[in-house]
């Protein structure tokens, strides 16, 4: 809403696309579909100050209905490092009596079936089942409840004068004595209780290190930067060969818009300006929105990206471009979003209104549709991203290598861009059977790759001056952390960093007995030089 945008809670402007004067408050509407960054520059006429390009075009009624009937769908991003901070700020303003986590059902899959029951079940009595019934049991159990959980940041709010128990049980998810949780599952309580959306997100945090260590402000970073726009379309931006890059965009380690399946979706469509951004978001965050649905229309070329249906506030607009009723425009929006498709008289008032038949088809098959305001919001969180990869790229490559820390080894300190190369080469090879952690070292490989071919590179991890947690960028190049020694995990990294403040260390024998490390880790400092010119001991030959 306008008025979230003007409290500051949400940096992102609702209004139809426009231009206003920082200088003597002048507001001017802008008549087009595309969002207000894209706006060509424009001075003022009163005082001749270069104007601000502002506005997203999302309706407010699609948060609240015509009529204020409507559930809203609050979500609000956070840095994850604050959380907890937000979640308790939220109960201590409602009241702790008044919010409650919102409740999950961890239901068994067809294949955890197979493997977790069925297989063991045949294994301990020795029967032989055949596939064919396998997969009758497997599907029949498929659904079943397995155990309890919680939402990663939804928070239920009871109504005032109401209590908890006249919407829902409730309970302590597993292992946890501290949080309480709705006992049904927070889907069932939709159209009841309001849900908020507190969530944790690794890009406040990521765009609040790099500014800090830039001392610039995050707002600073434009959103019309046209070679940064570039990385998007292509890599000729960042100095990289083309051919090494397979779809050849340059979003590889971008927040949202670095998996293969947007890198695809990007060289497929090759987004110019900010609002086709916007699009790209909502395409990747439905479901049956791209695949066999816009990605087809753009194919064939029966319609362009700004046409296909992304995001759900843009088919009430449309609709109601259209001539259709607002109240009809608002209902179909709903049941479209939700994947519950048309009714017949949806369809003939479309029709009426000469709405295209690719249009509808299209409607039909849609399963789940994404908020244009959180596809808006994303899209500005990466764009500030892709920005400093573009102008400052070692600040870039360090701070994602903190975010996936979890794929980054030790030994890829000393990599070049061959042995780069080769490892990246030999876990795409496995394909799908690769393990979470093998993919997860896969991803950084990517990234360290176009690092090398850009020509940056890293220090050597060092006891004084490396940072116990965190990738650091020193004279253009980066200063790997303390974490990343193996077995030297979260709380050894910290205690490193508490002991080295107080004084230095005189010896190994003194490094052990105030940081507690464990053989393993004394034996990796010593044998790969990072306690450089720490002796063994505090004894002192005489003769």
């Given at each position: 809403?306008?008025?979230?945008?003007?409290?500051?809670?949400?940096?992102?402007?609702?209004?139809?696309?426009?231009?206003?004067?920082?200088?003597?408050?002048?507001?001017?509407?802008?008549?087009?579909?595309?969002?207000?960054?894209?706006?060509?520059?424009?001075?003022?006429?009163?005082?001749?100050?270069?104007?601000?390009?502002?506005g997203f075009n999302i309706p407010f009624e699609?948060?609240?209905?015509?009529?204020?009937?409507?559930?809203?769908?609050?979500?609000?991003?956070?840095?994850?490092?604050?959380?907890?901070?937000?979640?308790?700020?939220?109960?201590?303003?409602?009241?702790?009596?008044?919010?409650?986590?919102?409740?999950?059902?961890?239901?068994?899959?067809?294949?955890?079936?197979?493997?977790?029951?069925?297989?063991?079940?045949?294994?301990?009595?020795?029967?032989?089942?055949?596939?064919?019934?396998?997969?009758?049991?497997?599907?029949?159990?498929?659904?079943?409840?397995?155990?309890?959980?919680?939402?990663?940041?939804?928070?239920?709010?009871?109504?005032?004068?109401?209590?908890?128990?006249?919407?829902?049980?409730?309970?302590?998810?597993?292992?946890?004595?501290?949080?309480?949780?709705?006992?049904?599952?927070?889907?069932?309580?939709?159209?009841?209780?309001?849900?908020?959306?507190?969530?944790?997100?690794?890009?406040?945090?990521?765009?609040?290190?790099?500014?800090?260590?830039?001392?610039?402000?995050?707002?600073?970073?434009?959103?019309?930067?046209?070679?940064?726009?570039?990385?998007?379309?292509?890599?000729?931006?960042?100095?990289?060969?083309?051919?090494?890059?397979?779809?050849?965009?340059?979003?590889?380690?971008?927040?949202?818009?670095?998996?293969?399946f947007t890198r695809d979706m990007l060289a497929?469509?090759?987004?110019?300006?900010?609002?086709?951004?916007?699009?790209?978001?909502?395409?990747?965050?439905?479901?049956?929105?791209?695949?066999?649905?816009?990605?087809?229309?753009?194919?064939?070329?029966?319609?362009?990206?700004?046409?296909?249906?992304?995001?759900?506030?843009?088919?009430?607009?449309?609709?109601?471009?259209?001539?259709?009723?607002?109240?009809?425009?608002?209902?179909?929006?709903?049941?479209?979003?939700?994947?519950?498709?048309?009714?017949?008289?949806?369809?003939?008032?479309?029709?009426?209104?000469?709405?295209?038949?690719?249009?509808?088809?299209?409607?039909?098959?849609?399963?789940?549709?994404?908020?244009?305001?959180?596809?808006?919001?994303?899209?500005?969180?990466?764009?500030?991203?892709?920005?400093?990869?573009?102008?400052?790229?070692?600040?870039?490559?360090?701070?994602?290598?903190?975010?996936?820390?979890?794929?980054?080894?030790?030994?890829?300190?000393?990599?070049?861009?061959?042995?780069?190369?080769?490892?990246?080469?030999?876990?795409?090879?496995?394909?799908?059977?690769?393990?979470?952690?093998?993919?997860?070292?896969?991803?950084?490989?990517?990234?360290?790759?176009?690092?090398?071919?850009?020509?940056?590179?890293?220090?050597?991890?060092?006891?004084?001056?490396?940072?116990?947690?965190?990738?650091?960028?020193?004279?253009?190049?980066?200063?790997?952390?303390?974490?990343?020694?193996?077995?030297?995990?979260?709380?050894?990294?910290?205690?490193?960093?508490?002991?080295?403040?107080?004084?230095?260390?005189?010896?190994?024998?003194?490094?052990?007995?105030?940081?507690?490390?464990?053989?393993?880790?004394?034996?990796?400092?010593?044998?790969?030089?990072?306690?450089?010119?720490?002796?063994?001991?505090?004894?002192?030959?005489?003769?």
């Amino acid at each position: 809403s306008i008025a979230a945008f003007f409290a500051g809670i949400s940096e992102v402007n609702p209004l139809p696309a426009h231009y206003y004067c920082r200088e003597c408050g002048v507001f001017e509407a802008a008549d087009t579909e595309l969002a207000g960054i894209d706006l060509p520059e424009k001075k003022c006429a009163l005082c001749g100050c270069k104007m601000g390009r502002d506005g997203f075009n999302i309706p407010f009624e699609t948060f609240m209905g015509f009529k204020g009937d409507k559930i809203p769908d609050i979500d609000l991003n956070f840095s994850g490092e604050y959380q907890d901070k937000i979640h308790r700020f939220i109960e201590d303003f409602f009241g702790s009596e008044n919010v409650f986590r919102a409740g999950t059902i961890v239901t068994v899959q067809g294949q955890a079936v197979r493997k977790d029951f069925i297989e063991k079940y045949s294994e301990k009595t020795g029967k032989k089942i055949k596939e064919a019934e396998k997969e009758r049991l497997a599907r029949g159990c498929s659904g079943v409840k397995r155990s309890t959980g919680q939402h990663a940041g939804g928070l239920m709010l009871l109504p005032e004068g109401k209590e908890i128990y006249d919407f829902t049980p409730i309970q302590h998810p597993p292992k946890n004595e501290k949080i309480i949780t709705t006992h049904f599952e927070f889907g069932t309580l939709h159209d009841t209780l309001i849900k908020v959306d507190a969530l944790g997100h690794d890009v406040p945090t990521s765009l609040k290190r790099i500014c800090s260590a830039l001392n610039i402000r995050v707002e600073d970073i434009p959103l019309d930067d046209p070679d940064t726009m570039k990385l998007f379309s292509g890599v000729k931006v960042i100095g990289v060969d083309p051919k090494n890059y397979n779809p050849p965009v340059g979003t590889l380690g971008i927040p949202e818009y670095g998996t293969k399946f947007t890198r695809d979706m990007l060289a497929a469509t090759k987004p110019s300006t900010f609002s086709e951004l916007v699009y790209i978001m909502g395409l990747s965050h439905g479901t049956d929105v791209w695949k066999n649905n816009a990605e087809e229309l753009i194919k064939s070329k029966t319609a362009v990206l700004k046409e296909v249906i992304s995001v759900r506030d843009d088919i009430m607009n449309y609709l109601i471009g259209k001539g259709l009723a607002k109240d009809m425009a608002f209902n179909i929006t709903e049941m479209v979003r939700k994947g519950k498709g048309l009714a017949r008289g949806q369809e003939e008032d479309m029709r009426k209104h000469k709405v295209p038949e690719w249009y509808i088809d299209s409607c039909r098959k849609i399963g789940y549709m994404f908020p244009k305001a959180h596809a808006v919001a994303y899209a500005i969180m990466s764009f500030r991203i892709a920005y400093i990869k573009v102008h400052r790229p070692e600040y870039f490559y360090a701070d994602y290598f903190n975010r996936e820390l979890k794929g980054f080894d030790h030994g890829f300190l000393s990599y070049g861009i061959k042995e780069a190369n080769t490892a990246k080469k030999h876990l795409e090879a496995a394909g799908m059977r690769l393990e979470k952690k093998e993919k997860d070292r896969l991803k950084v490989l990517e990234v360290l790759c176009e690092m090398k071919e850009r020509g940056f590179g890293f220090l050597d991890v060092d006891l004084y001056l490396s940072d116990p947690f965190l990738f650091r960028v020193e004279n253009g190049s980066i200063r790997p952390p303390l974490s990343i020694v193996p077995d030297l995990g979260e709380s050894l990294a910290a205690a490193f960093g508490k002991e080295r403040e107080k004084s230095k260390f005189s010896s190994l024998e003194d490094m052990i007995k105030r940081t507690r490390a464990n053989k393993n880790v004394v034996e990796f400092i010593r044998k790969n030089n990072i306690a450089k010119g720490i002796p063994e001991s505090d004894q002192t030959a005489l003769f």
